[in-house]
């Protein structure tokens, strides 16, 4: 059985951090990520990142995003600094099942991420 803890999160004002953590329990996994929603609109991925710790970033994040893994922990970290408030939206962890990665993976609860002054 496959379950996913998400923590982190939070409203920070533009220019802030923010560390969002996802444990993954039930077995090991080859492919993680992270994808962010706004209401009404598709979900999109912000970060991946593989077993052997090849990354793989959308590039509205690129150098101010950092996706990081434990596999001792089975955790998952994403830092995000300089954050502007086009970050902002629910944020998921998700990690592949047997039939693939993303729609086809496992998904965290979700938590909220709010960038506005």
């Known amino acids: 059985q496959v379950r996913l803890v998400q923590s982190g999160g939070g409203l920070v004002q533009p220019g802030g951090s923010l560390r969002l953590s996802c444990t993954a329990s039930?077995?090991?996994?080859?492919?993680m990520g992270w994808y962010r929603q706004v209401p009404g609109k598709q979900r999109e991925l912000v970060a991946a990142?593989?077993?052997?710790?090849?990354?793989n970033y959308r590039d509205s994040v690129k150098g101010r995003f950092t996706i990081s893994r434990d596999n001792a922990k089975s955790t998952m970290y994403l830092q995000m600094n300089s954050l502007k408030p086009e970050d902002t939206g629910v944020y998921y962890c998700?990690?592949?099942?047997?039939?693939?990665?993303?729609?086809?993976?496992?998904w965290g609860q979700g938590t909220q991420v709010t960038v506005s002054s």
């Open positions: 990142i593989s077993s052997g710790g090849s990354t």
């Open positions: 039930g077995r090991m996994f080859n492919i």
């Open positions: 998700n990690v592949e099942s047997r039939d693939g990665f993303g729609e086809y993976g496992y």
